[in-house]
């Protein structure tokens, strides 16, 4: 039988799923155990990952051009990407970070090691295929964005604004769910998409997010 598209984007986001205990950090957030000014730390590096992703999306939606499903899942993502910026603010004032301050960091190469290989997506990767490779990584992200929303809350005493960045990215999107399974189906219905490939560019993903999470955890 035929595959599905539900059934690609839900074996991809098990098979990629990381290990239990895979992220060094998230865990001693989630315990109250991760020094406060890893948040800083977080909110700084996310100051360059989110344009630089928010770009990424935009060129793969205008690759996907002549794939309107294709393009109409990373045009969505673009705009979440500006929506979570406007939140990244929040916390980074929370974390007594001003504009000048934010201009000034210098990132480390570990954490902006994901946005890279998301920019080389965008340039090289089948749409389709970064779809699936990008609909698993965002299952991980988002479960790690819930822990340690409710950790900043519960150990630390941020306020609801400050922690409204991770809230953003723990709450369910039925819309992005959906857009994801119209532009897979639009890819087994062209044959454009390769699963092989869209794992292997999911599994990069993969480990360049926990790379993102190692480089924090050792500062």
């Known amino acids: 039988m035929a595959r599905t598209a539900r059934e690609v984007l839900a074996d991809a986001t098990a098979g990629l799923a990381p290990a239990d205990g895979a992220n060094p950090l998230v865990p001693l957030i989630a315990a109250g155990e991760a020094p406060r000014e890893v948040f800083a730390a977080l909110a700084l590096e996310q100051h360059h990952i989110i344009p ?8 793969l939606a205008d690759r996907a ?3 309107p499903a294709v393009a109409a899942f990373f045009h969505f993502l673009a705009e979440g990407e ?25 990132p480390q190469a570990g954490c902006q090691a994901y946005p890279a290989y998301a ?13 699936v490779a990008l609909t698993a990584n965002f299952a991980a992200w988002s479960d790690y964005c819930g822990t340690v929303s409710r950790a900043m809350r519960d150990h630390y005493g941020f306020d609801d ?5 991770f809230d953003f990215f723990a709450e369910p999107s039925p819309e992005a769910d959906s857009l994801a399974l119209t532009a897979v189906q639009s890819g087994l219905t062209t044959g454009l998409l390769s699963e092989p490939a869209a794992h292997r560019h999911g599994r990069l993903l993969q480990s360049y997010e926990l790379m993102f999470w190692e480089t924090l955890a050792v500062r």
């Open 52 to 59: 630089a992703d928010r770009r990424s999306f935009l060129h």
């Open 65 to 67: 051009e002549l794939q």
């Open 82 to 106: 500006t929506a979570a910026l406007h939140r990244l603010t929040a916390l980074a004032a929370a974390c007594g970070l001003d504009e000048d301050a934010v201009r000034a960091y210098e």
């Open 119 to 131: 920019a080389w997506l965008a340039l090289g990767a089948e749409p389709v295929d970064a779809v």
């Open 161 to 165: 604004r400050a922690c409204g960045f």
